[in-house]
């Protein structure tokens, strides 16, 4: 049973870095078939796909947060982490992680419970 879980905190200042941590059981982060996302969803707004790793560890990110975005790895640990920097009223959603196929990135089969993050001085 694949099972992932974020932890972070859920409220951040402007202008601070959002930090969440992804951590997996019952898969392997450096399997060679399966990446690893981050995806957010805002008030209102459809799924936003934010970025990836893969199983040898390089990271992809979405265009638009590409300069704000960096996603990193603790393989001892099996856990993801997700940091968004310089944040702002633009950036308080769910905040999910997930897991997809190297053939299919788009595509997500298992995901965490969510965090909500609040942007908040």
């Known amino acids: 049973q694949v099972h992932l879980q974020e932890s972070g905190p859920g409220l951040v200042k402007p202008s601070q870095t959002l930090s969440l941590t992804c951590t997996v059981s019952g898969s392997s982060i450096t399997t060679n078939d399966y990446y690893w996302t981050w995806i957010r969803q805002s008030p209102g707004k459809g799924l936003e796909w934010m970025g990836d790793i893969g199983p040898s560890g390089i990271a992809d990110y979405s265009p638009s947060l590409t300069r704000r975005t960096s996603i990193g790895r603790d393989t001892s640990k099996n856990h993801f982490t997700l940091r968004l920097s310089s944040v702002t009223p633009e950036d308080p959603a769910l905040y999910y992680c997930?897991?997809?196929?190297?053939?299919?990135?788009?595509?997500?089969?298992?995901w965490s419970r969510g965090t909500q993050v609040t942007v908040s001085s």
């Open positions: 997930a897991r997809t196929t190297a053939w299919s990135r788009r595509r997500f089969h298992f």
